[in-house]
């Protein structure tokens, strides 16, 4: 009897025994997703700030050796202290397939255009009031542009990325923007947006 | 104590007739029951003296339940003895009815008879191929080997329990083909562990650790060794199919002991063992030190165009660092040895102690243990305390309930000096100044004193809660029984540190908490049903998970005064918060059907689906079956092959996946303290995206074939396994490189495929078995390869699968694969030397032949996975003494087994101050045949040198003496030895540097591995 009677208590403690179907659902408890990273001002002011800290960090205070490639990147340099973190020798330290000064610059600035993107792209689904919305694409096409034309001022021709990247995309055909495409970002609309919101 | 002997009395007089007819078909032949030995003790003192008795009887075999010719029969501690002869009959004379009778025959099991008054005693022995009838642990429940149709061997710890390690991993290092363990230089680190080969890119690594049947993430220090009763590895997809989601990588199933039915065993062993490095490096002493400067300066310090004669113009004293000179500008007169001052020699202490027993309604285990190990490197200390209950009733019997329990505190405190820096200095310099204070930047430079490090205050605590409370039901269908489990790990880490010295001196104190709870629910369903000589069992799983980890630290810089250490943070001036925290979720059901015919032919099926809160939201279930088959060949009626005594093949084919880690899929946005606008601004935090999301993200999947052939041969006399098995990882996890214009370097997807084939062979053989002298032996031989057939495709349309060479990955190669340039020697002075190179400098094989040395020289040197492992095992027993040694090896031939081991020189401000260590072959113009380049300027190119990691090493050796007779009767002891053992006795490699296995070779920043001897008793109450 004791038996059967533990036996049904625990079927039918069993039967109703079940996970909920949110139990698998995921929620980062300690970090902010594109998904609720990108609604209200505060959010795109941080993304703004992060916009300047990064332009701080490529021209100034990234360490005690990129910064001063504005300076010391030029064809007569001589190091006291030889390595191709700091221009010696000049063939290995410019090489494409060197992994200091040329990568460093580039994914750098390429990060800035990237955030850009991102600010920009994010803009129409967010809560901004209008005047928000013009400020912040106004801000981030500033330092789009402006990182465009220090890369080409550092490689010549680069590619010219204008949309924020959702999915992974691994094989892009990467091409050189010839100038007048390049001028035109840095020109065009994006200057009379500037313009209109400093007068 | 005499309590017991009185009872042991009444007892053994009263059943006196029981007694004998239990030892009489008492089956296995570690006949030591206390009983027995006790009866015999007490009879004998009482000096009975009786005419000779005459003995006679038959001897069979268990199985087959024919006569045994040739069994010896012998008097226990006296002369006589008698053989049987063609029917398996024997005759012998006894002095009285207390002597016992030993029957013992290569191959069978001895067995041990009290005469009693009993004159015709038939004997049955049991042949000793125990191990087919022992059951191992396969997932979620137990099986006899052999109805086993997986690949599921159990580890030999046995041999190794003596050795002087702390971690039970250390106990399986080459021990089982295809199971993996690496090595360690620190006291109480874990080794890596890896089961056949990669079958992962970037995915998680790490084999799946079932401990008492609860999933297990924490540390294995946290588990006392000498409460493991068995480890039972699960090596093939069919095996491991069970565990889904997370088994790719293999499971290791851990089962910790339990009271054995009758005498209570109270069980003490203690063990000292020192350790010391297996290697003698250190860094240089003054004179080298000094000619290392001079060979820097080889342009100056020697004359032109050779460079090999002296300059005797050349002044040494002006190129050394001003720190090392005096206010004169004279060099110091030291030559201190850093390495000696920051390392000792290290120790290992254990002690043990357990109290088990039961009845068959009870069972019970109560054990503690106290373990320090410190370190060769001073303050590198690993004190570990562990207390377990394990208790298991038969509360009806229907109902049986039980508790695992244990708990495991581990202190590390104390900092240990930065060893790369102990390297780094120059033997000029001594530690203190004048005063007898630490100089804070003995360089001058931002290098600190390594010494400051003592002083730093640390409090480093790990504390492993585990409890798993269990109960199985009879239900009332016959062979229905229902098991409900649920199991809790607890973990607490505090790591609070003070020190003076830290944020650039002006002193730093932290408090850091981690929390981490999970608890695994399991209920399992099992069907038992035997149809005539078809059994079937039916197991129905339905489990959950829920982990959740969270982690605080407080630290504040900036104290006038660190008195009151990191119990007071408010009395830095600057002070900081960080949290964060994490929870994953995990739900699966499992189905399982094992069928058997007269355990002749075997068939087992699985089904699991695994769901993970971690995986993408359009993948959270994955279902993973598998199916194997076994064929037991020497039972069949045709099998007459008479050498054969067991013949067994078995074949499984699975799924198995690699779990996503939790949160992968998601795109993260990482804040952080951006900006200032403005004098007196306030900081700005910023938020940056930086990492994609990938709602298509799945888990790795690896489908595996496994076939195994089991055999026992010549009587037992030889027996193992040889395995083949092919598996094929598709869906791999893999950061794959996208252009950084994406603003991203990288993305979390899934690509291509990888395929692992390899051989494992297993043999066991009783070499001699004569009376008194036993020698067995155990061959471990694995082998793997590795194969990248699939990545992203064929982009380029060329036909061909394409290539990732930036990530270093190539179809057709092993994932280990070295893609690099070739080095052919050294350009020595005098030579044509291409642009950008220097004489010093490696020469590199132009391999296009195009006159330019650039990316498109490089080419495939072989791998860095190794070509076969081996292992063997000798035990040795004579009388009470055994002896064993075990060799473990690692080989790669030419190709494999490769690692970068390059020491490499230029004139440069840190390499003029810096010492490095002794011995060193570099190449200089007077030493042209030196093998490591030192030049005066870099080259465009710093390839590595690809050195081999072969090795054998003498891995373990135990010499233990058992004592028996007198001594233990008289102390009422069940079990009393003693023993010294050593390990990484010898390492024979061509290697250079701290040690092979570790792969650390001629750098400041590796670690000795440790030699150890150790001695110690164990002792049975």
């Known amino acids: ?115 850009s993107n991102t600010i920009i792209g994010r803009i129409p689904a967010s809560e901004l009031a209008p005047a928000d919305r013009t400020l912040m694409e106004a801000r981030a096409k500033f330092f789009r542009g402006m990182a465009f034309r220090t890369l080409a001022y550092l490689y010549g021709g680069v590619p010219l990325n204008t949309t924020e990247v959702v999915t992974p995309k691994r094989s892009i055909l990467i091409t050189r923007a010839p100038i007048s495409a390049r001028r035109k970002l840095a020109d065009g609309p994006d200057r009379n947006w500037l313009k209109s919101i400093t007068k | 104590m005499k309590y017991r002997i009185l009872l042991k009395g009444i007892v053994t007089i009263t059943f006196l007739q029981v007694a004998i007819l239990t030892t009489a078909t008492t089956a296995n032949a570690n006949n030591k029951s206390g009983v027995t030995t006790v009866l015999n003790k007490k009879l004998w003192f009482a000096g009975i003296s009786q005419a000779d008795i005459s003995i006679t009887g038959k001897v069979i075999d268990e199985k087959t339940k024919s006569p045994i010719p040739g069994v010896s029969v012998k008097v226990k501690n006296g002369t006589t003895t008698a053989v049987t002869d063609e029917n398996g009959l024997y005759k012998i004379s006894v002095p009285n009815e207390q002597t016992v009778l030993l029957f013992s025959y290569i191959g069978y099991d001895v067995e041990e008879v ?31 080997k052999a109805d086993v149709t997986g690949s599921v061997v159990r580890a030999n710890l046995d041999d190794f329990r003596n050795a002087p390690t702390t971690n039970v991993a250390n106990l399986l290092q080459g021990t089982v083909p295809g199971l993996n363990v690496g090595q360690v230089n620190r006291a109480g680190a874990t080794p890596g562990i890896s089961i056949r080969g990669q079958n992962t890119l970037g995915g998680n690594q790490n084999v799946l650790i079932i401990l008492d049947g609860v999933q297990y993430n924490g540390s294995l220090t946290s588990i006392n060794p000498d409460d493991i009763a068995s480890i039972d590895v699960l090596k093939d997809a069919s095996a491991t199919a069970v565990y889904g989601a997370q088994a790719a990588n293999g499971v290791i199933l851990i089962t910790s002991r339990k009271g054995a039915i009758g005498r209570t065993r109270i069980s003490f062993s203690s063990q000292y063992a020192t350790q010391k490095p297996n290697i003698d490096l250190k860094p240089m002493t003054r004179d080298e030190y000094l000619d290392h400067i001079k060979y820097l300066y080889y342009d100056q310090a020697f004359l032109a165009p050779d460079f090999t004669q002296p300059n005797p113009a050349f002044d040494l004293v002006s190129k050394v660092d001003a720190s090392m000179k005096d206010a004169q500008g004279n060099l110091l007169p030291n030559d201190f040895s850093w390495y000696d001052e920051a390392t000792k020699t290290g120790a290992i202490v254990d002690n043990q102690l357990s109290v088990s027993g039961g009845t068959d309604k009870i069972n019970y285990l109560l054990s503690g243990s106290l373990t320090r190990n410190s370190g060769f490197i001073k303050n590198d200390v690993f004190k570990r305390k562990t207390i377990r209950a394990n208790i298991e009733t038969k509360a009806t019997d229907w109902l049986t309930i039980g508790l695992q329990s244990f708990g495991t505190f581990v202190n590390e405190d104390g900092v240990e000096p930065n060893f790369v820096d102990i390297n780094l200095i120059s033997p000029l310099i001594l530690p203190w100044d004048n005063n007898g204070n630490l100089k804070i930047n003995p360089f001058n430079t931002n290098v600190t004193n390594p010494l400051l490090n003592y002083q730093a205050d640390d409090y480093d605590r790990h504390n492993y809660f585990f409890a798993n409370v269990y109960g199985n039901v009879q239900l009332p269908v016959k062979g229905l029984s229902y098991k409900i489990s649920f199991g809790n790990n607890y973990r607490l880490d505090f790591k609070n540190i003070s020190n003076m010295y830290d944020a650039n001196l002006t002193g730093q104190a932290s408090k850091e908490t981690t929390t981490y709870y999970d608890y695994t629910f399991d209920n399992l369903l099992t069907y038992n049903k035997v149809i005539g000589k078809h059994s079937f069992t039916g197991t129905l799983l339905y489990g959950a998970i829920e982990r959740d980890n ?63 809160s971690g995986f993408a939201e359009n993948n959270k279930y994955g279902i993973f079956p598998s199916i194997s088959a076994g064929w037991d060949i020497s039972k069949e009626s045709f099998f007459k092959v008479n050498w054969v005594d067991n013949l067994k093949l078995r074949v499984g084919y699975g799924i198995a996946g690699n779990q996503t880690t939790r949160y992968s899929s998601l795109a993260n946005v990482g804040v952080s303290a951006a900006y200032v606008f403005g004098d007196g601004g306030s900081t700005q935090f910023g938020q940056q995206v930086n990492s ?116 270093g990955l190539f179809v057709g190669q092993p994932t280990a694969v070295i893609y690099d340039y070739q080095v052919n020697g050294i350009w020595q002075v005098g030579d044509q030397i291409p642009t950008g190179y220097s004489p010093g400098t490696y020469r590199i094989v132009d391999q296009n032949g195009d006159g330019t040395i650039n990316a498109s020289d490089r080419i495939v040197l072989g791998s860095s996975a190794p070509a076969y492992r081996i292992s063997l095992l000798n035990n040795f027993q004579y009388k009470n003494f055994t002896l064993s040694i075990f060799l473990n090896s690692v080989q790669g031939g030419d190709k494999s087994y490769l690692a ?49 990691r072969s090795f054998v090493r003498l891995q373990d050796v135990s010499l233990s003496y058992k004592f028996s007779g007198k001594l233990i009767e008289r102390m009422k002891l069940q079990n009393l030895n003693v023993f010294v053992s050593g390990r990484n006795l010898a390492t024979w490699t061509k290697w250079d540097g701290w040690d092979p296995e570790t792969n650390q070779g001629l750098t400041n920043d590796g670690r000795p591995v440790f030699k150890g001897y150790s001695v110690g008793l164990n002792v049975t109450f």
């Open chain 2, 550 to 612: 969270s982690y605080t630290r407080a630290y504040a810089t900036g104290f006038s005064r660190l008195t009151l250490g990191y119990d007071n943070l408010q009395q830095g001036t600057n002070r900081f918060a960080i949290s964060n925290a994490w929870k994953e979720t995990l739900n699966y059901q499992m189905f399982r059907l094992n069928y058997n015919y007269e355990s002749k032919y075997l068939f087992t099926g699985t089904l699991r689906r695994d769901g993970f």
């Open chain 2, 114 to 144: 009290t005469v009693g008054n009993l004159k015709n005693i038939n004997v049955v022995l049991k042949s000793s191929q125990a191990n087919l009838d022992e059951v191992v642990v396969v997932g979620y429940g137990t099986q006899k």
């Open chain 1, 1 to 115: 009897m004791k038996k059967i009677t533990f036996s049904i208590i625990a079927a039918t403690t069993i039967l109703f025994f079940s996970c909920k179907k949110s139990f698998l659902d995921e929620k980062p408890l300690d970090f902010l997703s594109t998904t609720n990273a990108y609604i209200t001002v505060k959010d795109f002011d941080a993304a703004v700030n992060n916009l300047y800290s990064r332009v701080r960090s490529e021209f100034y205070n990234s360490g005690e050796q990129r910064p001063f490639d504005y300076v010391f990147g030029c064809d007569l340099v001589f190091d006291g202290q030889p390595a191709t973190t700091r221009h010696t020798n000049m063939v290995a330290a410019y090489s494409p397939l060197s992994t200091e000064i040329p990568l460093i610059h580039w994914t750098s600035l390429y990060k800035i255009i990237a955030e």
């Open chain 2, 692 to 807: 994609l999301s990938n709602p298509d993200l799945r888990w790795e999947r690896t489908t595996g074939a496994n076939m195994g052939l089991e055999f026992t041969l010549f009587k037992n006399r030889l027996s193992g396994v040889i395995e083949y098995y092919d598996t094929k990882t598709t869906d791999l996890l893999y950061s794959v490189n996208i252009p950084v214009v994406t603003g991203f370097s990288n993305i979390l997807t899934n690509i291509g495929q990888l395929n692992n084939k390899g051989i494992e062979l297993s043999l066991n053989s009783k070499n001699i078995n004569s009376g008194e002298f036993k020698w067995t032996s155990a061959l471990n031989f694995a082998r793997n390869v590795n194969k990248v057939v699939k990545l992203l495709g064929d982009l380029n349309g060329d036909g061909v699968e394409d290539d990732l060479p930036q990530s």
């Open chain 2, 900 to 948: 970068g081991n390059t020491p490499r020189l230029i004139r440069d401000d840190n390499s003029i101050r810096n010492n490095y260590l002794s011995g060193i072959d570099f190449w200089s113009p007077d030493h042209p045949d030196g093998k490591y380049p030192r030049s005066i300027v870099s080259a465009t190119l710093n390839p590595p040198l690809f050195q081999n």
